[in-house]
Structures are given as structure tokens and as C-alpha cells.
Antibody, heavy 121, light 108 residues
Framework: QVQLVESGGGVVQPGGSLRLSCAAS????????MHWVRQAPGKGLEWVAF????????YYADSVKGRFTISRDNSKNTLYLQMNSLRAEDTAVYYC??????????????WGQGTLVTVSS | DIQMTQSPSTLSASVGDRVTITCRAS??????LAWYQQKPGKAPKLLIY???SLESGVPSRFSGSGSGTEFTLTISSLQPDDFATYYC??????????FGQGTKVEIK
């Protein structure tokens, strides 16, 4: 069965950096686009970033563009999110999510359990 | 950016009720709309995509309809497991994915 397991969350000071990982199993990771989606405490969902199955194209929400970098290692079945210049408003649970189809659709059919990032001094 | 507006924000209903949630887009998104269910402390779960296609394994009491700018999610007979928050999501393009603000379905 498909499993996505995020790690790397924690408490970081404003201006700091953090790298999230998402270990994937149960499907052919190298054939699917992957996303990061976040949810601030008590708030709704916000799409963060997308990477094509082969890493050739990446897209970001305006709120994180220039500060966050999505990447993947298909040999390790792992998705990453490098977060720099963190702000208080980046505090959220970060989910990795699998795209429904091999040709990216931005429909999220499987989600990880999430990892909490708290930006606070 | 395309804005998605759900109504109502909160809905109180009883087991067995027919429940309808509406989602409106600020411009036409054709049928590029999905619905998700989220329970407290859990990740969202895909219910419906392409406005009306039921995801595999989702009970048939869930249905979606609409196109253009107005969409609905209907639960034909509310079950105890259905009390949750529901989100619509437009996916008109990779870089312009937006969610509605959510509709919480509570026990009446």
C-alpha cells in the first residue's frame, strides 16, 4: 500500500532554515509528480510546491517562492523541501502528497501524516 | 489567483440527513475541482475529482456535481463517520492550486 512518511519538522527561529523529507513506498515513486501542502494551526489547506516525476519542472506558491526549494531523489524514493528565511507565518503542518496520475494533475490521492514546523523565537 | 468560496462554513446535521456543501470559483475552472475530507489531527482524504468522479474506495453516498464556477458535494445519508471538515480544491494549473476555506459538518 502507498505510504508517505514525513520527517524533519521542529522549532526554528525566524530567519532560520529547515529541511523536510518524505519517504515514499508502495508505488513507483519515479513515475509520479509530488507536492507539498501545508496547514497552519486551525486554518485551511495551502498548496506549497510541486515537482515533476523526473525533477525537470518545479512550481511554487507565491508565498514561498525564492525561499523554499522542492527536490527529489528517485534512487531513494524521497521527496524534500528545503525551507530558508523562515517566517512566523510559515508555522504549519507540512504534508507531502502524491499526484493522482503519472501526468501531473494536481489532484492529491495520497497524503503523509504531516510534520509540524514551528517558527518562533 | 482563482478564489474558492465554500458555503456554509459550518453545518449542523443529524445521522441520515442529506447534506449539500457548495463551492464557488471566482472564475471558470471547467470541471477541475476536487473534494477532500479531513478529520481532526489527520491528513485530508480525496473523495471526488474532476467535479464528479468518485475516488476508488469512497462510499457511493458521496457525490459531486457542477462545472464552470459552481459546484456541490452531496452526502445522501449522513453517517457517523462523515462528521469532519470538507475542502474543495481547484486545480486549473500546476501553479495555481487553491482550496476553499473548509466546511465543518457537526452533529446536530
Amino acid at each position: 500500500q502507498v505510504q508517505l512518511v514525513e520527517s524533519g519538522g521542529g522549532v526554528v527561529q525566524p530567519g532560520g532554515s529547515l529541511r523536510l523529507s518524505c519517504a515514499a513506498s508502495g508505488f513507483t515513486f519515479s513515475s509520479y509528480g509530488m507536492h507539498w501542502v501545508r496547514q497552519a494551526p486551525g486554518k485551511g489547506l495551502e498548496w506549497v510546491a510541486f515537482i515533476r516525476y523526473d525533477g525537470s519542472n518545479k512550481y511554487y506558491a507565491d508565498s514561498v517562492k525564492g525561499r523554499f526549494t522542492i527536490s527529489r531523489d528517485n534512487s531513494k524514493n524521497t521527496l524534500y523541501l528545503q525551507m530558508n528565511s523562515l517566517r512566523a507565518e510559515d508555522t504549519a503542518v507540512y504534508y507531502c502528497a502524491k499526484d493522482l496520475a503519472a501526468a501531473a494533475t494536481s489532484i492529491f490521492d495520497y497524503w503523509g501524516q504531516g510534520t509540524l514546523v514551528t517558527v518562533s523565537s | 489567483d482563482i478564489q474558492m468560496t465554500q458555503s456554509p462554513s459550518t453545518l449542523s446535521a443529524s445521522v441520515g440527513d442529506r447534506v449539500t456543501i457548495t463551492c464557488r470559483a471566482s472564475q471558470s475552472i471547467s470541471s477541475w475541482l476536487a473534494w477532500y475530507q479531513q478529520k481532526p489531527g489527520k491528513a485530508p482524504k480525496l473523495l471526488i475529482y474532476k467535479a464528479s468522479s468518485l475516488e476508488s474506495g469512497v462510499p457511493s453516498r458521496f457525490s459531486g456535481s457542477g462545472s464552470g464556477t459552481e459546484f456541490t458535494l452531496t452526502i445522501s445519508s449522513l453517517q457517523p463517520d462523515d462528521f469532519a471538515t470538507y475542502y474543495c480544491q481547484q486545480y486549473n494549473s500546476y501553479s495555481f492550486v487553491t482550496f476553499g476555506q473548509g466546511t465543518k459538518v457537526e452533529i446536530k
